[in-house]
């Protein structure tokens, strides 16, 4: 998109505020956008100045001009150009100022550059548009000449789709605008190709406005066809000296935040909205047509969006949730086929490698698929192209975790806490990691819980109060006990009853714990519902109290059925179901399993090894459970 920023007369911020907008288009930490800022103030140019280059340049647009007018070709545009320090933001500047530079501006004839069949039939505008398009900027921001020229006629009426029309709100300049505006407005609109978008904004307005500034306020939006203005401040701070304050670098350290640099991102959001192009702009269409269950045309802006600019992590993400509404295997296919092709053009793209390999994972059907080694692989050579993507190696983890290879699940979750120091989420992941590496990993997962912070309620209080007590700590685990707190929703009475039970037989009191669950089972202010009826199945299992767990699950054989199934072959009762049968009836279940995977290390370390062999069934079906969360 071709933005000329215009102005009538000097003085008005133009150039100021075409540089700091490139910078918040260039640096959007969501949607970066590609531009070029274009210096066509060739009598007074100044984007050299704001976007210096890394090393001395001798040529620029003039130098461009007028090869082209000496030889009639086009040369190579990209050899004016050059990249600015701010990543994704380029050059296109006037020239080396000096005696040269001087003499070839003097020497162009800009309306030589047109036929005498009109304006629009010019060949050079044509072809330097054309090359900059195939360059595949976003935007390009054109810094116009003022005043009533042939450079300012060629950047409003020959370059923009959107032209933003700069001015102050003095008696001088809106009069001004009353003659000038109407003439650009009939010439946009005839123009070949179709009009363009005036955008007006009111610049360098004063914080102690003044009657007469309301009433030229009213009188600009009355001639620019709209309701309100646009406008930015001015800051006496910032406006002494040029200078990039919408730098992030720059504006993350300005405390209060200034108003100049909110006005700024008004009206950036503003043209952005005018560019359809745009992948912020794209991304909240796609996001209209899902809401309105227009599915297919999200898909194919999406897909859309994504060729152009495969490296942008929110693209992928809405991938993902577009997969996620109908993961069947006829849209899959369509979703690989499009990771694919953007891999043949970009092979060390990490998030279509991750996407591709979240892709594999619906693939999978157990815990030793080939489709899950497949996706470790490829996530492991995503890491390679991108080894500060903390996502990377979250999804690695669980890959691994559901192969059931713990260690190496560890190891990419303290990768992510390297990028992400103290992320809940992750640390939480880790614990139960270290959990289900059994005892002689507690220690490291009683450490990791003690960093959480203590609003994460029973997240991190019930395992630790159940650690320390495995340990036979008995005040910590109290302690820890106590500071767990219910959720509203929960019923408090029947969960204090069940940890106080689990604590009991964790301290050898299994009797005491077996009088609690019955007080509990039949209590009639507080009686359990069926998530309680369930925990207390698993109980009866932990106490290694079995036929009573299987009469528990047989009073609600339709409900509890896994939960029977599994009583039963952890009981070794005549008749038990296969460990494979316990697995199927378990698949596509959620439980929590922690209790039973500290039994299972209570039976290690009481040498019950029959006992030990058939509860490692629990770390299959976590590594089933896994799965099936990920796919």
Same mark, same amino acid.
């Given at each position: 998109?071709?933005?000329?920023? #215009? ?134 921001? $054109? ?69 007469? $500034? ?21 800051? &006496? ?72 600019? &495969? ?81 990377? #190696? ?46 002689? #990993? ?45 959720? &509203? ?15 009991? $037989? ?126």
């Amino acid at each position: 998109m071709f933005v000329t920023f #215009y102005s009538y007369k000097g003085g008005v911020g133009r150039t100021m505020a075409l540089a700091n907008i490139a910078c918040l288009l260039a640096e959007d930490k969501r949607h970066p956008q590609r531009v070029l800022v274009w210096d066509f103030d060739l009598e007074a140019p100044g984007l050299h100045r704001l976007f210096p280059p890394s090393e001395p340049r001798r040529f620029g647009f003039v130098d461009l001009a007028h090869q082209f007018a000496s030889s009639g070709k086009l040369p190579d545009v990209g050899e004016y150009i050059y990249k600015s320090e701010i990543s994704g933001l380029e050059v296109l500047p006037a020239g080396f100022l000096g005696d040269t530079y001087c003499r070839k501006l003097q020497e162009i004839d800009w309306l030589s550059f047109f036929t005498s069949d009109g304006i629009e039939n010019d060949v050079f505008f044509r072809d330097i548009m054309g090359a900059l398009r195939e360059k595949d900027y976003d935007y390009v921001l $054109i810094d116009s000449r003022t005043g009533l020229n042939d450079q300012a006629g060629i950047c409003t009426q020959i370059l923009p789709d959107l032209l933003v029309f700069l001015f102050r709100l003095t008696d001088q300049n809106v009069d001004g605008l009353e003659h000038l505006v109407p003439a650009i407005q009939a010439k946009l609109e005839t123009r070949q190709g179709g009009g363009a978008r005036i955008l007006p904004v009111a610049s360098a307005i004063s914080s102690s406005a003044t009657s007469g $500034i309301h009433k030229n306020r009213d009188r600009v939006a009355k001639l620019f066809g709209e309701e309100s203005l646009d406008y930015v401040r001015f800051d &006496p701070d910032l406006c002494r000296d040029e200078q990039l304050f919408c730098r992030h670098d720059v504006s993350d350290q300005m405390w209060p935040r200034p108003a100049i640099v909110q006005d700024y991102e008004t009206v950036e959001n503003k043209i952005r909205r005018e560019n359809s192009k745009d992948t912020s702009t794209a991304t909240k269409k796609l996001v209209e047509l899902q809401r309105r269950g227009d599915e297919a045309s999200a898909e194919s802006i999406l897909f859309s969006v994504l060729r152009r600019r &495969p490296m942008l992590g929110d693209l992928w993400r809405r991938f993902a949730r577009l997969l996620e509404l109908d993961p069947s295997p006829t849209r899959r296919e369509k979703f690989k086929r499009e990771v694919e092709t953007i891999l043949e053009n970009s092979p060390r793209n990490s998030y279509a490698i991750e996407s591709k390999a979240n892709l594999l994972l619906h693939e999978a059907e157990t815990p030793s698929s080939e489709s899950l080694v497949q996706a470790a692989d490829l996530l492991n050579r995503a890491i390679e192209y991108a080894p500060d993507r903390a996502g990377l #190696y979250r999804a690695l983890a669980k890959v691994c975790a559901c192969q059931g290879d713990l260690e190496a699940a560890v190891s990419s979750i303290r990768n992510t806490l390297r990028l992400v120091p103290d992320n809940a989420q992750d640390l939480l992941t880790l614990v139960g990691l270290q959990i289900r590496q059994g005892a002689r #990993y507690y220690t490291s997962a009683i450490d990791t819980l003690n960093l959480l912070p203590p609003q994460l309620g029973h997240r991190k209080y019930v395992p630790l109060s159940y650690l320390h007590a495995f340990f036979g700590e008995t005040k910590k685990s109290i302690d820890a006990f106590e500071s767990f707190v219910p959720e &509203p929703e929960e019923n408090s009475q029947q969960w204090h009853r069940l940890f106080q039970a689990h604590l009991k $037989i964790l301290a050898d009191l299994k009797d005491e714990g077996l009088s609690i669950a019955e007080q509990a089972l039949h209590s009639h202010e507080h009686p359990p519902d069926f998530a309680d009826r369930g925990n207390w199945i698993e109980f009866y299992i932990c106490a290694e109290e079995f036929s009573h767990a299987a009469m528990l699950a047989e009073k609600e054989p339709e409900v509890f059925d896994e939960l029977l199934a599994l009583t039963q072959y952890l009981g070794m009762s005549e008749g038990a179901p296969t460990r494979d049968k316990v697995l199927q009836l378990w698949r596509g279940k959620s439980w929590g399993f922690q209790e039973l995977l500290l039994l299972r290390e209570r039976m290690k370390r009481e040498k019950k090894h029959e006992y030990a062999e058939r509860l490692e069934i629990i770390e299959q079906l976590i590594c089933e459970q896994k799965l099936e969360r990920l796919s």
